[in-house]
Each structure stands twice: as C-alpha cells, then as structure tokens.
Nanobody, 122 residues
Framework: QVQLTESGGGLVPPGGSLRLSCAAS????????MAWFRQAPGREREIVAA????????SYSDSAEGRFTITRITGQNTVFLQMNSLNPEDSAIYYC???????????????WGQGTQVTVSS
C-alpha cells in the first residue's frame, strides 16, 4: 500500500505563490509516475502536472504551463508543485497521485492523497 500526504496549501492573494509538497510512504516504487490534480467546486478533477520517475518527462495543463513547475526528489519519494502568478481560478483542492508509470491520464493513477486546499483571494 502507498500513502500520499500533501502539504503547503493555504490562502494567497492574486499574483502570489505557493509550493505544495507530497510525501509518499509505504510500498513506493521509484518507477512510479507522479502528478498533481485539482478539483474546484462543481468541476471535474483535472490533471495539473505530471512527472516521470527520474524527474522527466514533465507535462502541464494549458492553465499551468509557464506558471507552475513540478519537481521530484526520487530518493525521498517527494514531489513538489511550485505555483506562481496565482489567480482566483486556481482555487481548488489539490491532490497528489501516483501511477505505475508516467501518464497524463487520470485513470492510470491508482494512489491518491487526501488533498490540500488552495484559495486565491484578496
């Protein structure tokens, strides 16, 4: 079993930054692909960014491209999401997830964290 624990969410004004962290424990395979998803009220869960086992490849949603950066420390099974230039549309619960391979498809992700709330508001 794999446990994923997110941290780093909170309230930030428009234009601000946040760094989310995800720590994986349990039967973690270093080959796992990792990703960040988000879900806003009334909307479907969407992938924000994905990263391969050694830090590459990476992929971003159109809304995240150029503003967000996903990184990982493979030896520590830790994944980060640096979010800059945040706007109110970025407000959502952000989830960390793991798949048995690098993927940009939600259905491939089999392990999920509990989520961390990000609110962008003045």
């Amino acid at each position: 079993q794999v446990q994923l624990t997110e941290s780093g969410g909170g309230l930030v004004p428009p234009g601000g930054s946040l760094r989310l962290s995800c720590a994986a424990s349990g039967s973690v395979d270093s080959k796992f692909g990792m990703a960040w998803f988000r879900q806003a009220p009334g909307r479907e869960r969407e992938i924000v960014a994905a990263i391969g086992r050694s830090g590459a490849p990476t992929s971003y949603s159109d809304s995240a491209e150029g503003r967000f950066t996903i990184t990982r420390i493979t030896g520590q099974n830790t994944v980060f999401l640096q979010m800059n230039s945040l706007n109110p549309e970025d407000s959502a619960i952000y989830y960390c997830a793991a798949a048995k391979w690098y993927s940009t498809y939600t259905e491939d992700y089999i392990y999920w964290g509990q989520g961390t709330q990000v609110t962008v508001s003045s």
